[in-house]
């Protein structure tokens, strides 16, 4: 009888130490179970903040297209500008005809002048012909000066 309740005593120490074993390994497996979960979230979360940061660097590289976008239009303002110079060239080339404008005003001056020697001339003969005039009226009156002489 003794035996008996000695071996049920020690069959009991014996499924007592199980059962605690067992509530040791049941209780590291939820531990383990949550520190996993706890590390999935970790790792979720983490993922989600580099997905955001992801996030944040695309929409960055989207505005940055469309700064490219608006680089293009730059050089579409370029271009324009590259017609303000084609307009400036087409300036230059009125400026040029403007010289030559003034090459034919020059040449109008030379005609002028020419004209002014004309008009020289004829006044010379005109004068000369005052003069030649003067000459006869002063020839009679030499005369008469003769005379009175």
């Known amino acids: 009888m003794m035996m ?8 009991m120490m014996m499924m007592m130490i199980l059962m605690m074993m067992m509530m040791m390994m049941m209780m590291m497996m939820m531990m383990m ?3 996993m979960l706890m590390i999935r979230m970790m790792m979720m979360m983490m993922l989600m903040k580099i997905r955001m940061m992801m996030m944040m660097v695309m929409i960055r590289l989207d505005d940055d297209s469309d700064d490219d976008s608006d680089d293009d239009d ?3 303002d370029d271009d324009d500008d590259d017609d303000d110079d084609d307009d400036d060239d087409y300036d230059q080339d009125h400026d040029a005809c ?3 404008d003034d090459t034919d005003d020059d040449d109008d001056d030379d005609d002028d002048d ?3 020697d004309d008009d020289d001339d004829p006044d010379d003969d005109d004068d000369d012909d005052d003069d030649n005039d003067d000459d006869d009226d002063d020839d009679p009156d030499d005369d008469d000066d003769d005379d009175d002489d």
């Open 4 to 11: 008996m309740i000695r071996m049920m005593m020690m069959m």
């Open 33 to 35: 179970m949550m520190m």
């Open 74 to 76: 730059d050089d579409d």
């Open 98 to 100: 403007d010289d030559d």
């Open 114 to 116: 020419d004209d002014d």
